[in-house]
């Protein structure tokens, strides 16, 4: 047998290695526009330049020419250090990710014929979790032939949504989902 072949795809080029990530900027030599805008605390004058008098303004200062906006006419650009630029993004982007809300979602089980008791000491559990500020997924497991029950099942999750009401608000309407039946529980912002 003779080698594979590769489906269409090339192992060796190096354009396809060096391609750029959608969020990097042009800089330097990069930029193809003959006049760009320029912008920023740099420069002397802002305003129209050509790009060969914004070059040379960047090289004097010692700092890289950053095209900003590529897709406005003329493009904008910015005298700057660029790996300092690049570090502060990243760092901004590390931030952001950091403060983002991290969703935990618990769940809470029982069956359509919980009894009472039971029932009481699931909900202490779920009021718990919302108050730490986690969602709760309470679901119902129908067993067999106990899918019968399906609107007792509903009935029972309806009157969990509301003895929560002052922790957390239902998300949804009980859905019934296969075998069980599923509502998702958030919890109230608290003022």
Wanted: with cysteine; aromatic share 8%.
């Amino acid at each position: 047998m003779g080698p594979r072949p590769n489906n269409g795809q090339r192992s060796g080029n190096r354009s396809f290695q060096n391609k750029k990530d959608e969020n990097e900027l042009n800089i330097n030599e990069e930029i193809t526009a003959t006049q760009v805008r320029l912008v920023g605390e740099n420069i002397p004058e802002p305003g129209i330049y050509s790009i060969g008098k914004a070059m040379t303004l960047a090289d004097e200062l010692g700092l890289d020419l950053v095209e900003i906006s590529a897709k406005a006419d003329p493009p904008v650009c910015k005298i700057l250090d660029y790996q300092k630029y690049i570090y502060q993004q990243k760092k901004k982007a590390k931030e952001m990710k950091a403060n983002a809300a991290k969703v935990v979602i618990k769940e809470i089980r029982f069956g359509p014929n919980t009894d009472e008791h039971d029932f009481q000491f699931k909900l202490k559990h779920a009021k718990e979790f919302l108050q730490e500020g986690s969602k709760v997924k309470a679901s119902i497991f129908f067993r067999g032939r106990s899918i019968q029950f399906a609107d007792q099942g509903e009935k029972q999750l309806l009157r969990f949504a509301v003895e929560l009401e002052e922790y957390g608000r239902a998300e949804n309407m009980p859905v019934l989902e296969g075998k069980r039946m599923i509502m998702m529980l958030a919890p109230v912002k608290k003022k």
